[in-house]
């Protein structure tokens, strides 16, 4: 069976230099591109559940939404999917933040083909976690330091209100609660639970509690 493969990056130059360190493999099938997290969200919703990716290769910077913002929504959206993060940086923080958003490995893009290409066929064969050399040294680096508690990149996309929000829908607010517990009105609290539902990609109350428990927003 081929391997779905996703690519996201907001460079078209790097996307086809992907492609052209993936077409060595003969086990892969790129079936996505995306310039960023948004775009990518709204190409997947529009496929069947048999026809999404394996494996998303995503980039970390980039515009509209960034891939440790992106990886944390899809990733409890569309848990069959695994992710590897596929970058320029090898600082602690976006390791960490890569981590905890739900990334599956981590390599950098001047890593040869065949370590990407291997990388790939462990995660989807083995659940493997692969990351670059610097990588782990770093990654082992902050086990033996200790990881310092951040909120989930995640909920950047939303503003502070709308976080505000969301946390009462998850304690089971109504409409009306919500809007006398924030001083605002109810239309209010619609537009913003709209936003939010559109911001996190998701439909129904219970999918944005899901989110926010996932990404430990409460």
């Not at 996505?32 to 997947?44: R, S």
């Not at 559940?49 to 913002?69: N, S, Y």
């Not at 082992?140 to 503003?159: D, M, P, Q, R």
Request: glycine letters at 4%; hydrophobic letters at 45%; one cysteine or more.
């Amino acid at each position: 069976m081929l391997i779905k493969i996703a690519i996201v990056d907001d460079k078209l130059i790097v996307r086809r230099a992907i492609r052209a360190k993936l077409s060595l493999s003969v086990e892969t099938n790129i079936i996505l591109e995306a310039a960023n997290g948004e775009e990518f969200l709204q190409k997947i919703k529009t496929l069947q559940q048999q026809d999404l990716p394996h494996i998303v290769l995503m980039d970390i910077e980039m515009p509209e939404m960034d891939g440790i913002q992106t990886i944390g929504i899809a990733s409890t959206l569309y848990p069959s999917i695994k992710f590897i993060v596929l970058t320029v940086f090898d600082n602690s923080e976006k390791i960490f933040e890569a981590i905890k958003a739900g990334a599956n490995g981590y390599l950098l893009k001047d890593d040869d083909a065949i370590n990407i290409n291997e990388a790939i066929l462990n995660v989807f064969n083995y659940d493997a976690v692969p990351m670059s050399p610097a990588i782990a040294r770093k990654t082992l680096s902050l086990l033996k330091t200790g990881f310092s508690e951040t909120k989930s990149a995640v909920a950047c996309v939303l503003s502070a209100r709308e976080q505000d929000v969301l946390l009462h829908l998850v304690e089971g607010l109504e409409y009306k609660q919500i809007a006398e517990q924030l001083f605002i009105s109810p239309a209010t609290v619609r537009t913003h639970i709209s936003n939010i539902y559109e911001k996190l990609h998701v439909t129904s109350k219970a999918e944005a509690i899901k989110m926010a428990y996932k990404n430990k927003w409460v």
